[in-house]
């Protein structure tokens, strides 16, 4: 979970969606295992968009401090309470391939009244990011594929409010690993296979992947988010024909 974020399960053959909707792809790995799943555009960019764009008093407090400005933000939306109060994000900034709209698709900040704060809007660019997330692990579960954690790296994997956020919305823990760089030592891993130097890599990365924090889902977060969720897919329906039309 970096500029960027993906959702991925292995599997032991290729597979494509049932319904026909090409809603995720299937990356070959190695013999015998291949990656079903999907990346979306926008996770940490909305959150260093607000960084960069609103975020003045945490970059000024990080710069004498030496606090992490991300942390701070974080911080602010622990603030607000899951679902932000009703708002609901879109967060495609960077437009999306997941779903499908292309450089179409924008950001929408929906549902804002008087009485929502900063907390509530940093709050629902977090939450959006894994409501839009969700539209994957759905797609997945749809066609049969079902996983019972997730495991998380890169930056977005740091904050420990994120990986909660996540795991309510997927309804599954998350672990995440922040040692080191957990995609490096992965490619080195199919490497060493490839060289024949190891035969098992799902024994390797067992061994070496240590989870550095593990959240397991709030089930009261979980209902606030299945009713988010909801809301959200209806509010994507109502907008999609729009991005195209009014795109400038």
Do not use: C
């Not at 995720?24 to 909305?46: E, I």
């Not at 974080?74 to 967060?91: I, W």
């Not at 420990?160 to 490619?187: F, N």
């Amino acid at each position: 979970m970096s500029t960027s974020t993906m959702l991925r399960v292995a599997h032991s053959e290729p597979l494509v969606d049932r319904f026909d909707e090409m809603r995720f792809q299937t990356y070959y790995l190695f013999d015998g295992v291949w990656l079903p799943g999907g990346a979306v555009n926008s996770a940490g960019v909305v959150l260093r968009w607000f960084r960069d764009n609103m975020g003045q008093v945490e970059r000024m407090i990080a710069r004498t401090t030496g606090l992490d400005p991300y942390d701070l933000l974080a911080r602010e939306a622990e603030a607000a309470p899951p679902g932000s109060g009703g708002l609901l994000f879109l967060p495609y900034i960077s437009g999306e391939r997941f779903p499908t709209f292309g450089n179409y698709a924008t950001g929408v900040l929906f549902g804002l009244k008087e009485h929502h704060t900063r907390s509530h809007v940093v709050r629902s660019f977090m939450e959006g990011v894994m409501l839009n997330l969700r539209l994957v692990a759905e797609a997945l579960r749809e066609n049969g594929l079902q996983f019972s954690e997730v495991r998380v790296t890169g930056g977005g994997a740091r904050s420990r409010l994120w990986l909660q956020i996540m795991a309510d919305v997927l309804e599954v823990p998350a672990k995440a690993s922040v040692k080191g760089d957990a995609a490096l030592w992965g490619t080195s891993l199919l490497a060493l296979k490839a060289t024949g130097s190891i035969s098992d890599v799902a024994r390797a990365a067992e061994e070496k992947f240590t989870p550095d924090l593990e959240v397991k889902p709030d089930e009261e977060n979980t209902a606030v988010y299945r009713e988010a969720f909801r809301k959200f897919e209806k509010l994507l329906s109502a907008v999609k024909p729009l991005f195209r039309e009014l795109s400038a």
